[in-house]
């Protein structure tokens, strides 16, 4: 069965500190999207990164940076430098080939990441 | 400028009322998506729609219908059935490709209170 973890359910940091958020998953497919959304205090969900489960080398945008690792069924996400503007709740995804096609997105519970000044 | 449009932003509703949240894109994607946040969990996916007058029944789709008459449009009706409605709805779309959908992008959400 498919499903996504997330361990943390709140962390809190003062700003510049880095903060890892961390997301398990299980699936049985081979082929797989892994997905990390932000959603701020306004509600609206806002896409950060895609990862194709064939490609496992991580990425960096700016203060952000990803790693996905298939051995562990992982796939992290640090924000370096923290902002009180990276204020938010944080949530990963998954999305199978085998879900029918359907795109259907299995989302973690959320990590709610509170930076202060 | 291309994105999704949810409304109303904030729905009151009484018992044993049925309402209808609005969900629009112009983004030309093919599929649609309702999901539901309660607090302090993930989303739930209500239903789905992959294609024009086509829709399917996600995981809590017990006291909610749908339609999809537009490409554009995937309205939420939340009818009296559904015990317990109050929650932050989320309305999305998304283009496929290959089998898999690319990247879901959000509305702003519809925040409904029954009183």
């Known amino acids: 069965a498919q499903k996504v973890t997330q361990a943390q359910t709140e962390i809190s940091v003062v700003e510049k500190e880095d903060v890892t958020l961390d997301c398990v998953y299980e699936t049985r497919d081979t082929t797989y999207y892994l997905f990390w959304y932000k959603q701020p205090p306004s509600g609206e969900l806002v896409f950060l990164i895609r990862r194709n489960s064939f490609d496992e080398q991580n990425e960096i945008s700016g203060r952000y940076s990803w790693n996905f690792q298939k051995s562990t069924s992982s796939f992290n996400f640090t924000i370096t430098a923290s902002q009180v503007v ?28 509170q930076v202060k000044p | ?15 044993g009322q ?6 629009e894109q112009n983004l030309n994607h093919d599929a649609m998506y309702w999901y539901r946040q309660d607090p302090g969990q993930g989303l739930r996916l209500i239903y789905y729609s992959q294609i024009v007058n086509d829709f399917q029944k996600g995981d809590i789709a017990e006291g909610y219908s749908v339609s999809r008459e ?35 992008f959000f509305g702003p959400g519809t925040r409904l209170t029954v009183l």
């Open chain 2, 1 to 15: 400028d291309g994105g999704i449009t949810q409304s109303p932003k904030y729905l009151f509703r009484k018992e």
């Open chain 2, 70 to 104: 537009k490409k554009e449009s995937f309205p939420l009706t939340v009818t009296s059935a559904q015990k317990n409605p109050t929650a932050f709805y989320l309305c999305a779309s998304g283009a496929q490709r290959e089998g898999l959908v690319n990247e879901q």
């Open chain 1, 86 to 113: 990276d204020s938010a709740v944080y949530f990963c995804a998954l999305s199978e080939r085998s879900s029918s096609n359907t795109g259907k997105l299995i989302f973690g519970q959320g990590t709610t990441l």
């Open chain 2, 18 to 23: 049925n309402v209808t949240l609005s969900c």
